[in-house]
């Protein structure tokens, strides 16, 4: 009996060690994956404000990496003007960029708590009028 005893505890504590080993060995997130989860989150809690687009960039691909697309943009909230950008780089299918020109009204999510956190465009809102 006692042998069996000690068999058990064996295989619970290992059972209990590879189950904490699995968990703490989760790969960290991505840049990719932490900008998805912002725009989920924001899509979910955001507020929409009237803004504009000042201008497309496109930056010079690093070695290995693809070329990012930046959309500029302002808005005010509560008196205070904003001018930010956001990588726009893997939501091109859902926009023109041939369109978004100097001045073209959009509308803009952003957080209450922290207005400067903010975006156009998401792959389940578009904030763009064109």
Not at 11 to 33: C, H, M, Q
Not at 48 to 74: C, M, R, S, W
């Amino acid at each position: 009996m006692d042998s069996f005893r000690l068999y058990s505890v064996v295989v619970a504590g290992s059972a209990i060690a590879l189950g904490a080993y699995a968990f703490l060995r989760r790969k960290p997130k991505g840049e990719a994956d932490l900008e998805r989860e912002r725009r989920t989150w924001l899509d979910g809690i955001g507020r929409i404000t009237d803004g504009t687009v000042i201008d497309v960039q496109e930056l010079a691909p690093n070695t290995g990496h693809h070329a990012a697309v930046f959309l500029i943009y302002k808005y005010d909230v509560a008196g205070v003007s904003y001018e930010c950008s956001q990588d726009v780089t893997y939501l091109r299918q859902w926009i023109n960029l041939h369109s978004c020109r100097l001045g073209l009204p959009t509308s803009v999510k952003y957080d209450p708590h922290n207005p400067g956190n903010s975006l156009v465009v998401s792959e389940s809102w578009m904030g763009l009028r064109q």
